[in-house]
């Protein structure tokens, strides 16, 4: 609940807030649908099993490629740091080229673990 509490309040103007979870179980408790109706919330929840539908996905593996990679980081705090630093970079720079090309290698990546292809019916075992 202080998640979204926290989420809620980045928005001060009352906008909807619609926050994509995966489907845990405490994204759903009977005290955290109230919180939510009551504040404007939305909960869009991603099937269970399906991380390949969820689009903050292709988020991670540019974070994977530009932060961790090939680091050795001496502690948490450093790694957190980098973290901290590629996300302010990434924030000033949604478009670049590299991140954009990043972003299309997680969304194949993702999709090839479940076999799966956006707009196409998965295939029946025979």
């Not at 991670?60 to 502690?75: C, E, I």
């Not at 999709?111 to 292809?117: A, C, F, L, Y």
């Given at each position: 609940l202080a998640a979204f509490q926290s989420i809620r309040a980045?928005?001060?103007d009352n906008a909807p807030?619609?926050?994509?979870?995966d489907n845990l179980s405490?994204?759903?408790?009977?005290?955290?649908?109230r919180w939510a109706a009551r504040?404007?919330?939305?909960?869009?929840?991603?099937?269970?099993?399906?991380?390949?539908a969820n689009p903050i996905e292709a988020q991670?593996?540019?974070?994977?490629?530009?932060?961790?990679?090939?680091?050795?980081?001496?502690?948490h705090p450093a790694l957190a740091r980098h973290?901290?630093?590629y996300l302010r970079w990434?924030?000033?720079?949604?478009?670049?080229?590299?991140?954009?090309a990043a972003q299309r290698r997680e969304r194949a990546r993702?999709?090839?673990?479940?076999?799966?292809?956006?707009?196409?019916p998965r295939p029946h075992a025979a």
């Open positions: 980045a928005r001060p807030v619609y926050v994509i979870c405490v994204n759903t408790t009977p005290k955290i649908l504040n404007d919330v939305h909960l869009c929840l991603t099937p269970t099993y399906a991380s390949w991670f593996g540019p974070v994977r490629s530009f932060v961790m990679n090939n680091s050795n980081h001496p502690n973290l901290q630093a990434r924030n000033t720079h949604a478009r670049d080229p590299s991140v954009l993702v999709r090839s673990e479940r076999q799966q292809r956006w707009g196409r």
